[in-house]
């Protein structure tokens, strides 16, 4: 397991009981290094939507307990945040959650000329992603071959 790994998974591990204090989900726990500095992020949300006190909260809580714990060996600036609009489908539950929904895909090659698709998720496995198109057609990804997958939003 790499540290950006380790750090996530013991960090969600820190976070969970107080989400299920508080009645809050766990979407998403990144560590990422941008522009020189590193970022910690946890991606919060409940029914009917995060606040910015619920992620003021999460946060005073999240950083005491990390700080408890000790492992982080690097700086780190500590983000808890609402997955937004155009949240990112990454785990099995994210997933389920969105069948039935548009969303995005992009891919890191082409496919039949073209590296994003939106359509209806209609299913999902470990390996495949497959949408219905506006056309009615259904395309299957392999999960291997996409970049991100996210629900779609019209503005």
């Not at 020189?36 to 999460?58: F, V």
């Not at 990390?66 to 060996?73: V, Y």
């Not at 994210?94 to 082409?110: A, L, N």
Request: charged residues 35%; proline residues 4%.
């Amino acid at each position: 397991m790499s540290r950006k790994e380790e750090y996530e998974q013991k960090t969600e591990e820190l976070l969970l009981p107080v989400l299920t204090e508080y009645g809050f989900e766990c979407v998403d726990v990144e560590y990422v290094k941008e522009g020189g500095s590193w970022y910690l992020r946890a991606y919060i949300d409940k029914p009917g939507g995060i606040t910015l006190d619920d992620c003021e909260m999460t946060s005073r809580r999240l950083s005491d307990l990390l700080d408890e714990a000790g492992f982080m060996e690097d700086p780190y600036i500590l983000e808890v945040s609402s997955p937004g609009l155009g949240r990112p489908l990454r785990k099995e539950k994210d997933f389920r959650r969105s069948i039935g929904e548009e969303i995005e895909i992009h891919t890191y090659k082409p496919v039949g000329k073209q590296k994003d698709f939106k359509g209806i998720l209609k299913s999902f496995d470990a390996k495949t992603v497959v949408i219905t198109n506006e056309n009615g057609e259904d395309i299957c990804f392999e999960r291997s071959g996409i970049s991100l997958v996210r629900l779609a939003f019209d503005f």
